[in-house]
C-alpha cells in the first residue's frame, strides 16, 4: 500500500479564515453511575438515570456534549448516539484496565471523542472542545489534530482531523483545496499507523487525486515527486 500514500504539503498561506462570529456553548450533560458523581462540575447538567438523561438531551435547544461513565455508557449508548443533538461524548473510566474494556465502544460508536481515566484531563479536553466549537475554526482543529497525532494520541487526532474536514468542506469554496488534501492526507497516515488499512486507503486515493489536480502550482513540493514515481 506504501505507494499510495502521499505526502503532507504544508501551504501556511492557505489557511482558511475563520468563522466570525462565534456559535452559542453546547450544553454538558452529565450521567454517572455509582460513586464517581459526588464530584460535580459548575455548568454542567447532572441526571440521575437513564430516563432523565434521554429527556434532558431531547428538551436541550442547543447541541449537547454528553458525559457518561463505563457503566452508564453501557446502559444509554444504543438509545442516545443516533440523536441529532449529540454532538460529542466523553467516557471516563475509573481504572485503566476498565478504560481497555471499554475500547470496543469507540469502535462503534464514532462520537465518543475518547475514554479517560485521568478526571482533570477529561475536564481540560472537555473545554478545549468547546472553545473549537465555538470558533468553528478548521485550522484551529487540524493544528491541534496534528500536534495531537505527533504526541500519538491518535484517536483525539483522529477526531480533530474529521472535525477539520467537515468544516473545510463547508466553508471552502474550492473542493481541491490543498487544506482538504492535507486533511484527507493525515486521516490515510492516522488510519495506517491503527492498522485500519482499507480506510487508511480509502483517504489516500482522496488525496492523491487532489494533489493530483494541484500538482502543476506545487511542482517544488514533495508530492509533485511523489506523483512521478
Known sequence: MNEKKATTVTIS???AKPIDKKLEKPVLIS???GEDDKHQE???T???NAQECIQTIEQSSLPVFLILN???ATDVLSRVHSLKKIDTIFVYCKTSREQQRCQYLCQHYSKIFDLFTDRKQLFHTIQENVNLYQNQSGNDYLRLAERYKEQNELNRALKYT???LDIYRKTLSNPTHPLIARCLNNLGAIYD???DVNRSFEYYEQAIKIYSHLAPSLSNQPVSNFMKK
Open 31 to 33: 450521567y454517572i453511575t
Open 193 to 195: 499507523t491503527q492498522g
Open 13 to 15: 498561506s492557505n489557511l
Open 70 to 72: 463505563s457503566s452508564s
Open 42 to 44: 459548575d455548568n454542567v
Open 162 to 164: 474529521h472535525k477539520a
Open 46 to 48: 447532572y441526571c440521575n
